[in-house]
Each structure stands twice: as structure tokens, then as C-alpha cells.
């Protein structure tokens, strides 16, 4: 059976291998965070103590991340995608006990959101870097686009899973099943054939090998500006804090509701995804990604002011629409300005402006609606939003115009200076 060419990449045994195994891993991993999020609300009542949980979470990437991909240079990534991924099993089985003996108390949540972002800030680089090694070149554009599938899907399903299985079984069986899911990856790397990754080039240290990764990022002429609208979105979107807050405050819904409300991002998510499988290669990547930005922003408005449950999951529905197309072509010309020695690090730097900057964005919406309240504080996130892709878009022709063969344009790689 011959695949469309937007699924060709599965052709090949160890990508789809590593595929399905990302897919069991990240609806785990989703049904988790929907879990802590319900939990941490449930045992605090407080927007604050909420987005602390972010902040304890935010820390380890920030600080962590660009190591964490220079290292992802170097390594063989499986090993430490096998490290990344048993560490894990045993912080969420860890979770399950406390709740399921009645322990938990708020700052285990912190501690042990702590140490799963300082393991994820060497599994995010080492995780998008590896499946290039398992496809040929020609075949990458379409793996970029399969492994976005694997987030909507984890957005989708994780979500809606969590609620359920906190509303039937109880509040620590998403834990428990989540520490099942990273088996789905562990087995899948077990399996895969491809043989380790050998890092070229002159042996340096890991220090000098950041410093070279921050400035081939800085000489891109792109990059910079990815990345800024990746630390905007990031710090000003949404989140899990943010419905969480408005299911039970706003909309007066439990967490089967909440559940729904987070797949209905989820959902419009994937089905943008797919049109974009469907539709093939899009030439205008830096227009499009500027048009879905700025409908990103007039969705998160519009949910902001809404009262109504149903009307809710519509907007939501559209901004995991828009979320997908503004995210796809962010992701493609980042790939596009990445060689393969620069990988790790390139993709450490968008896991910095992304999961840490998105953690410490839970901040941001805990004391701007403790401030101002849901609706005003989170209608001027989405202002923040809408304002930074119109000021790109007017000062920056080159993003603008962005178009697949500007591929040429991207700065060679810069040597790193012995450290």
C-alpha cells in the first residue's frame, strides 16, 4: 500500500517506530499536566499559588535548556532519551503514591514539577534532533509536519483522558498511567536499528559549544525573530492555568469540562494539522504565519469575554486552529535555518522561549487575573499578541517574505571559540 506523500516518512521502520512511541509518551505526558493542573487548583484555590506551580516548572528549562542541547550535540541521543524517558516513570509513580495515600500536599507538586522540566530540558533537544538520523533528507519536511501531529493528538486526547479518569477512577490514576506511557517510547528506541549518533567536528567544551549554538542562532537573519514571537506567545497565551481558572470561575465547570474545553484546543489543533498534511508544501511560509498569529490573537479575545460553555469550546476550537498553521510555519523555518550540527541547540533555544517560557507564563496569567480579573486580564494577553505579529509584520519584509527557497539566506554555521 503506497502512502500520500504527506505520510511517507512512516514508510521507513525505526521513524515510525520512534513516532508511535512519541505518541503513547505525549498523551501521558498531557494527561499528567491536566491532572497537576486540577490538583494543584483543587488543593490551593489560589490563581497565584497556581502559576507558581509554573514557575517551579519554568526554572529548570531556562536555565537548563541550551546545555541540555549542546549536550544533545555531542551524545548519542537514544541513551539519553532512554535516561530521560525512566527518570520519569519513577517522578510519576512517586506523584500517584502521594495522592493515592492522601500525602500529597502543594509543594510536592513543585518539587517534583522541578525535577521532570530539568529532565526535560535535556529530552526536548535530544528528542528534535533525533528523528532526522531516521529518515532521509528529502523526506524531513514531511517528518516535521507527522511530528507536529503528535502534539495535537497528545492535546487532544490527554485532556479529555485526565478528566475522565479523574471524574471514574480517581485523582492519581493519570499519574500512574502516565508512568505506563513512557514505556511506549523506552520500547520504541529499544526496537529502533539506526545506529548512535556520532557528533563532527572539533571536540570543544560544552560551554564553547553554547556560545557557538547563541551565535549561529544571532546570525541568522530569521531566527531572532522566530524566537522573540515564540517568547511572546509563550509568556502571553494560552495555558492550562488559564482554562483552568475560567472552567471553574468562569464557566462553572468540573473536570470533564475542563477536559473539554482543553481537547477543543486540541481538536481544532489537529484538524489544522491535517489540512496541512492535505494541502502540501506552502510557499508564503512567513504571511501565513502572520495571518494565523494574528487570528490566534482575536481568538483568545474573543474566549476572554466569553460566559457561554459552548461558545467557549468553538473559540477554543479556532485558536487550536490558527495555533496549529502559526506553529507549523514557526517550526518549518526554524528547520529550515538549522543545519544539523547547530540541531541540539537550535531546538534547545525554542525549548527555552517554549516549555520554559510557557511555564513562567503561568505567572503572568495567575497575577494578571488576580489583578484584574479572567476576562480583562485575559483579553489583554491576546492584545500583547496581536500587537507583537503586527509589529513584526511591519518591520520585518524578510520574516514577511519568507518563503521556502529563503532557505539560502541562513548564516553558515560560526565556529565555537575554544572555552
Avoid at 162 to 174: E, N, R
Wanted: hydrophobic share 50%; glycine share 10%.
Amino acid at each position: 500500500m503506497r502512502l500520500p506523500a504527506g505520510l511517507s516518512p512512516l514508510r521507513h521502520r525505526d521513524f515510525a517506530l520512534y513516532w508511535v512511541g512519541q505518541c503513547v509518551s505525549q498523551v501521558g505526558s498531557f494527561i499528567e499536566m491536566t491532572a497537576t493542573t486540577y490538583l494543584l487548583y483543587a488543593i490551593t484555590s489560589s490563581p497565584v499559588l497556581l502559576g507558581l506551580g509554573g514557575l517551579t516548572r519554568a526554572v529548570p528549562i531556562l536555565t537548563l535548556a541550551l546545555f541540555g542541547g549542546a549536550l544533545a550535540d555531542r551524545v548519542d541521543r537514544k541513551r539519553l532519551l532512554m535516561f530521560t524517558q525512566a527518570s520519569q516513570v519513577l517522578t510519576s509513580l512517586l506523584l500517584g503514591t502521594l495522592v493515592v495515600t492522601g500525602s500529597i500536599q502543594f509543594w510536592h507538586i513543585y518539587v517534583i514539577g522541578f525535577i521532570n522540566s530539568t529532565l526535560a530540558a535535556f529530552d526536548a533537544p535530544a528528542r528534535n534532533s533525533f528523528y532526522p538520523s531516521l529518515i532521509p533528507r528529502a523526506e524531513f519536511q514531511n517528518a516535521v509536519a507527522l511530528s507536529s501531529v503528535i502534539f495535537r493528538l497528545s492535546t487532544l486526547l490527554g485532556p479529555a483522558i485526565a478528566g475522565i479518569l479523574i471524574a471514574t477512577v480517581g485523582p492519581a490514576s493519570p499519574f500512574f498511567v502516565n508512568a505506563a506511557s513512557y514505556f511506549g517510547l523506552i520500547g520504541a528506541l529499544l526496537l529502533i536499528r539506526t545506529k548512535a549518533f556520532a557528533a563532527t567536528g572539533p571536540r570543544t567544551s560544552l560551554r564553547s559549544a553554547m556560545r557557538g549554538g547563541l551565535q549561529y542562532a544571532m546570525r541568522s537573519p530569521v531566527l531572532p525573530l522566530i524566537l522573540g514571537t515564540e517568547a511572546v506567545l509563550s509568556l502571553f497565551g494560552h495555558n492550562s492555568a488559564l482554562v483552568t481558572i475560567f472552567a471553574r470561575d468562569v464557566l462553572h465547570v468540573g473536570p470533564e469540562g475542563l477536559g473539554l474545553l482543553l481537547s477543543a484546543v486540541g481538536a481544532g489543533a489537529i484538524v489544522g494539522t491535517f489540512v496541512l498534511i492535505g494541502t502540501g508544501e506552502l510557499r508564503r511560509k512567513g504571511a501565513i504565519m502572520i495571518f494565523a498569529g494574528l487570528l490566534y490573537a482575536a481568538a483568545l479575545v474573543a474566549f476572554s469575554f466569553s460566559t457561554s460553555f459552548a461558545l467557549s469550546i468553538a473559540v477554543l476550537f479556532v485558536l487550536g486552529f490558527a495555533d496549529s498553521f502559526w506553529g507549523a510555519m514557526r517550526n518549518t523555518i526554524i528547520q529550515l535555518a538549522a543545519t544539523d550540527a547547530f540541531r541540539g541547540r537550535i531546538t534547545s533555544l525554542v525549548t527555552f522561549t517554549s516549555r520554559g517560557l510557557t511555564n513562567t507564563g503561568q505567572i503572568e496569567t495567575g497575577g494578571i487575573i488576580a489583578a484584574v480579573g479572567p476576562a480583562v486580564g485575559g483579553a489583554i494577553n491576546g492584545i500583547v499578541i496581536g500587537t507583537a505579529v503586527v509589529l513584526i509584520a511591519v518591520r520585518s519584509r524578510r520574516l514577511r517574505d519568507f518563503t521556502s527557497s529563503a532557505q539560502t539566506d541562513i548564516a553558515e554555521p560560526v565556529a565555537p571559540q575554544p572555552g
